[in-house]
């Protein structure tokens, strides 16, 4: 069986799920001969040997995490505070909308809109001067070449889709792939949509929304990642010092604010160490997470439906992590291994925690499992093809 080439293009390697998308595709290929269950399979991810598969992405911009790049066009993207803020008023008003007509935001699909006259502009006079950068770096790798194009968040390099155009008329495969807001309120380009042979998302909520779309769990290279021993972990422990550990990404979509006075509810009765931790490289934070016992990811549902990288590192090292989850997704999601709480609930469920460690702590191994089962490579690579079977991309 011939191996097809992908080209992912992104805005950015969003927590490097892009990057590790196409680093599996690279490891594993598409060949029907080598497939999870073979020892052949296995063999390949322990020696790191790629299958030959030519696999690549382009992203727009930078992200300031240390996560890896393979071709970044570095593209200037402000990031100050007075940039940030004008973004995040852009989402409390789509937010504002959904409210104010109703709508159900679990299940409403928007399309995207450009704006007004003066953003439309803006960002023509950025695509005019950022094409010369992009065309290059497609000439380089002679992405005419290509068999799929993975057109991460469901969005070309040009506001017309004109790339996404020319490869389609080619005779080339379209793949949208969706990682969060970019369904829930920034809305779906009508165009992309319409010519994507298939959708695939890494959110559950996003199945609501779409009548034709694809749940993957997004591809997470566990090994990586060590787990803390036992005789590490209870070090502290036996000693009465439980520490637990939030690092957020945006304090507000993380419900920072919330958790830390459930923090100080317990602090009041139990004996805690908080650990907050923001902009702290990937590496550092890793390392940090394995002097702690318990993790907080998320209160509030205001940024996905429940868990991301940061939860798959915790899960991984056998951290139990809180997050809070929405939509039905602590029901649907196969064996749960996460303890799920909200605003409301958060403090007595770290009370709970505290109170019954043997519970909570002895069995640490089975999260890691959980992550090895359903996020790892040789898991999300064979559903994957499945999808491109399905869908004719193969």
């Known amino acids: 069986m011939s191996k097809p080439s992908i080209l992912h293009i992104a805005p950015e390697n969003t927590a490097g799920v892009p990057y590790n998308l196409m680093k599996m595709q690279r490891m594993f290929g598409f060949d029907s001969r080598l497939c999870a269950e073979t020892p052949a399979f ?19 911009y930078k992200i300031p995490f240390d996560f890896p790049e393979d071709i970044c066009l570095n593209l200037s993207l402000p990031r100050n505070k007075l940039a940030m803020k004008w973004r995040e008023l852009k989402q409390s008003k789509l937010h504002d909308k959904i409210k104010e007509n109703k709508i159900d935001k679990w299940t409403h699909m928007p399309y995207f809109d450009e704006g007004n006259a003066a953003e439309k502009i803006y960002r023509r006079n950025r695509e005019r ?55 829930r309120t920034r809305g779906i380009v009508k165009e992309m949509d319409e010519m994507s042979d298939l959708n695939l998302t890494f959110e559950y909520d996003h199945t609501l929304r779409h009548p034709k779309i694809n749940f993957l769990f997004f591809p997470f290279e566990q090994d990586s990642i060590r787990f803390i021993d036992d005789e590490t972990y209870h070090t502290d422990l036996d000693k009465g010092k439980l520490r637990i550990i939030h690092s957020p990404t945006h304090r507000f979509i993380k419900g920072t604010q919330e958790i830390i006075e459930a923090i100080e509810k317990v602090k009041a009765n139990r004996e805690i160490e908080f650990v907050l931790i923001e902009n702290m490289l990937r590496e550092k934070l890793i390392d940090l997470k394995r002097t702690c016992h318990v993790a907080i990811d998320q209160i509030g549902n205001r ?92």
């Open 303 to 394: 940024g996905g439906t429940g868990y991301g990288i940061n939860s798959l590192e915790n899960l991984s090292m056998g951290l139990p992590t809180i997050t809070d989850m929405n939509c039905g997704m602590d029901t649907w999601l196969p064996k749960n291994p996460f303890v799920v709480a909200n605003k409301d609930n958060l403090a007595e469920t770290l009370i709970e925690i505290i109170d019954n460690k043997e519970k909570y702590f002895s069995n640490r191994n089975l999260l890691r499992d959980w992550v090895v089962k359903y996020h790892s490579y040789q898991s999300v690579m064979t559903k994957l093809s499945e999808y491109y079977k399905a869908n004719n991309i193969l």
């Open 42 to 60: 296995a063999e390949t991810l322990r020696a790191g040997r790629h299958s030959g598969v030519q696999a690549r992405l382009i992203s727009f």
């Open 129 to 183: 001067k950022n094409s010369p950068v992009f065309e290059k770096a497609l000439k380089e790798i002679a992405a005419e070449n290509f068999d799929v194009f993975h057109f991460d968040g469901g969005i070309d390099f040009y506001s017309d889709c004109r790339f996404a155009k020319k490869m389609k008329q080619a005779g080339k495969k379209i793949v949208n792939c969706y990682y969060g807001d970019d369904l």
